[in-house]
Antibody
Framework: EVQLVQSGAEVKKPGESLKISCKGSGYSFTSYWIGWVRQMPGKGLEWMGIIYPGNSDTRYSPSFQGQVTISADKSISTAFLQWSSLKASDTAIYYC??????????????WGQGTLVTVSS | EIVLTQSPATLSLSPGERATLSCRASQSASSYLAWYQQKPGQAPRLLIYDASNRATGIPARFSGSGSGTDFTLTISSLEPEDFSVYYCQQRNIWPLTFGGGTKVEI
């Protein structure tokens, strides 16, 4: 069974750093893109970026370029989303999703359960 | 960037009725358009990919059509579990983008 399991909820203060994770199982982790999607409270879905673990090719939405860093560790089949300095406006649920093969980049056919990040002083 | 505009924002229907949701792209998305369903408190679920292909396990009452800039998701006969929010998403051109969503309510 294809599965993505995300790390647990986080409560942070403005200015703190954070790295959340997404572990894939049940498929070849290096053969599929992994994307990240933000959902702010009561709002819609926003695509943040995507990585192909097989060659570390990474693309970002212009809205998130420079604000976050996406990475992956093939040895543990895990993708990461990190912030160096959180803001209150980063409060949201963050989803990872399997994003298709190298030729299907962006076809999100399996989603993690979401990680709630709360940033508050 | 391709902007996806979904309409209507809210669709009020009854079980058994037909639902027609629209997604319009600001430039061609070719056939690389997907539809997702999201229920409260849950992650989105892929329904349709590449405009008209049902994802694994998706009931036949869900169908997608369109190409270029105009796309439609049709639910032929609404079941109680279909009342939720639906998003379209394109993968033709980076950056990937989502539409704003359509809420299907009773």
């Amino acid at each position: 069974e294809v599965q993505l399991v995300q790390s647990g909820a986080e409560v942070k203060k403005p200015g703190e750093s954070l790295k959340i994770s997404c572990k894939g199982s049940g498929y070849s982790f290096t053969s599929y893109w992994i994307g990240w999607v933000r959902q702010m409270p009561g709002k819609g879905l926003e695509w943040m970026g995507i990585i192909y673990p097989g060659n570390s090719d990474t693309r970002y939405s212009p809205s998130f370029q420079g604000q976050v860093t996406i990475s992956a560790d093939k040895s543990i089949s895990t993708a990461f989303l990190q912030w160096s300095s959180l803001k209150a406006s980063d409060t949201a649920i963050y989803y990872c999703a399997r994003g298709g093969t190298i030729a299907e980049g962006g076809k999100f056919d399996c989603w993690g359960q979401g990680t709630l990040v709360t940033v508050s002083s | 960037e391709i902007v996806l505009t979904q309409s209507p924002a809210t669709l009020s229907l009854s079980p058994g009725e037909r639902a027609t949701l629209s997604c319009r792209a600001s430039q061609s998305a070719s056939s690389y358009l997907a539809w997702y369903q999201q229920k409260p408190g849950q992650a989105p679920r892929l329904l349709i990919y590449d405009a008209s292909n049902r994802a694994t396990g998706i009931p036949a009452r869900f169908s997608g059509s369109g190409s270029g800039t105009d796309f439609t998701l049709t639910i032929s006969s609404l079941e109680p579990e279909d009342f939720s929010v639906y998003y379209c998403q394109q993968r033709n051109i980076w950056p990937l983008t989502f539409g704003g969503g359509t809420k299907v309510e009773i």
